[in-house]
């Protein structure tokens, strides 16, 4: 297994073309872990205060839409 060391200095000599398509596949794996993580914290419970919260701005008339996307 190459050293993090290693993987950098082997990314440094890529060509650009390669360097793109390896920050491309980074930045979908970085999104596929977050949207695990994500789902597995919903299904434990973990973010539902934050349906709490909105419940208590909307009841207490100050929930926002999100930018963009008014009514």
Do not use: C, Y
Request: hydrophobic share 45%.
């Amino acid at each position: 297994m190459a050293t993090v060391e290693e993987i950098e200095q082997a990314i440094e000599r890529l060509a650009p073309t390669d360097f793109v398509r390896l920050a491309a596949w980074v930045a979908a794996r970085n999104h596929d872990d977050w949207t695990q993580q994500m789902d597995r914290d919903a299904a434990a419970g973990k973010l539902d205060f934050l349906f709490s919260e909105a419940e208590i701005e909307r009841g207490a008339g100050s929930l926002r839409d999100w930018p963009g996307e008014a009514k």
